[in-house]
């Protein structure tokens, strides 16, 4: 089940806390002993610099998996941590990353050290807005990049309601020969049964990813009939002939971008598991390097918003959803429910990762 480990920081002690939760998190996900360690220091450094240069923020530590094939295949976990915060942003991200550069006294070392030791690293900065870290610590062995299985690569944030221990909102990324199917469900209501509903969608995808999208989610509302059921959308990209499809299923919100633009798509009424409308229109679209799909459940706001500039494609997919979740919540606004956000962008080699 989709297991969150969610950690506020604002003030020192909550760093042993950061600490704790990240091996927690690695013992879950089945990592060796050294990337244990690993992630754990990852995530105090990040911890700390939350403290040292945001005045405070949030760490997320979640399990998530590389791209998977198909049939049930499913990879070992990767820890994923997330440092987010509202402050003052970084102005020169580039040096911040050099070893050596500090603001506040340091032996500036933290970053690079959190480069050094993740498989996958990226910061993302916005001045006057805040700053957004992220790492991934994977199983020894596992191919990097983690987010991106060839022509396109995605990424989400999983934020539980309320500092639940696991979230009703799960997704899924698996690929399957031409196929790359992206999939988010929400169980109905929250806590364990929710979390049930949308982990039993996930191991479904796992093992029908190579069927097209419209016999997919059939398959989908088949598996779910024991459980609550959920809402849930599928996007699957064609990579032979460069085709997106989506649907969507109840209150999942779907976005397109293409170039600066934004257009919603439009989930239809009914639940996944107990009640699948009889005629399923499905969106097709052109899937082009200037495109960008968001995909999110009901506890984000359905009216927020993002600048073109901001949500960069070049950023990694898991940035862009963190993102999109911070500018969309406050603690004047905070989030009401489990809230998933999951993101799909082109490739991109020029990442910092």
């Given at each position: 089940m ?12 909550r760093?042993r806390?950061?600490?704790v939760?990240?091996e ?5 996900a089945?990592l060796?002993?050294?990337r ?6 990852v ?6 610099n939350?403290?040292?240069h945001?005045g405070?923020g949030q ?8 791209p ?17 915060d ?34 996958d690293f990226?910061l993302?900065?916005a001045p ?12 020894r ?18 934020h ?7 979230s ?9 020969g031409?196929r ?11 806590g ?11 191991a ?12 997919l ?16 959308a ?11 499809s989506f649907?969507g299923?109840g209150?999942?919100g ?7 633009r ?9 639940i ?5 409308p009889g ?10 390097d200037?495109?960008l799909l ?14 073109p500039?901001d949500?960069?494609?070049s950023?990694?997919p ?11 919540s ?8 489990d809230?998933a ?9 020029d990442?910092?990762?």
């Amino acid at each position: 089940m989709p297991r969150v480990w969610e950690v506020p920081v604002h003030d020192s002690t909550r760093v042993r806390d950061v600490r704790v939760a990240a091996e927690a998190a690695a013992q879950w996900a089945g990592l060796e002993d050294d990337r244990t360690a690993g992630a754990a220091l990852v995530a105090t450094e990040l911890a700390t610099n939350l403290l040292k240069h945001g005045g405070g923020g949030q760490v997320l530590l979640e399990i998530t998996s590389p791209p998977a094939p198909a049939h049930g295949d499913e990879r070992a976990g990767v820890v994923q941590i997330l440092a987010v915060d509202h402050g003052p942003g970084i102005a020169d991200v580039a040096a911040a990353m050099r070893d050596g550069h500090s603001t506040a006294g340091s032996l500036g070392a933290g970053l690079g050290t959190c480069r050094r030791t993740a498989d996958d690293f990226a910061l993302h900065s916005a001045p006057g807005r805040g700053t957004i870290a992220l790492a991934r610590i994977a199983p020894r062995g596992t191919s990097r990049p983690l987010a991106d299985p060839g022509p396109a690569r995605a990424g989400g944030i999983n934020h539980p309601f309320a500092g639940a221990e696991f979230s009703g909102d799960a997704w899924a990324w698996v690929r399957s020969g031409d196929r790359l199917t992206l999939m988010l469900a929400d169980g109905l209501g929250h806590g364990e049964h929710a979390a049930r509903a949308s982990s039993t969608a996930v191991a479904e995808v796992h093992r029908c990813a190579h069927l097209p999208a419209d016999r997919l989610l059939h398959a989908l509302h088949t598996a779910l009939r024991g459980t609550r059921g959920a809402a849930l959308a599928v996007a699957q990209l064609d990579v032979s002939s460069g085709r997106l499809s989506f649907t969507g299923v109840g209150n999942i919100g779907a976005r397109l971008r293409r170039g600066n633009r934004w257009r919603p798509l439009l989930s239809h009424p009914g639940i996944v598991g107990a009640h699948l409308p009889g005629r399923l229109p499905w969106h097709t679209e052109e899937w082009s390097d200037d495109c960008l799909l968001v995909l999110h459940s009901d506890g984000l706001p359905s009216r927020w918003s993002a600048g073109p500039l901001d949500l960069d494609s070049s950023l990694d997919p898991a940035v862009v959803a963190a993102t999109i979740v911070r500018d969309a919540s406050s603690p004047a606004r905070p989030v009401r429910d489990d809230t998933a956000v999951v993101v799909l962008s082109p490739s991109s080699p020029d990442r910092l990762s």
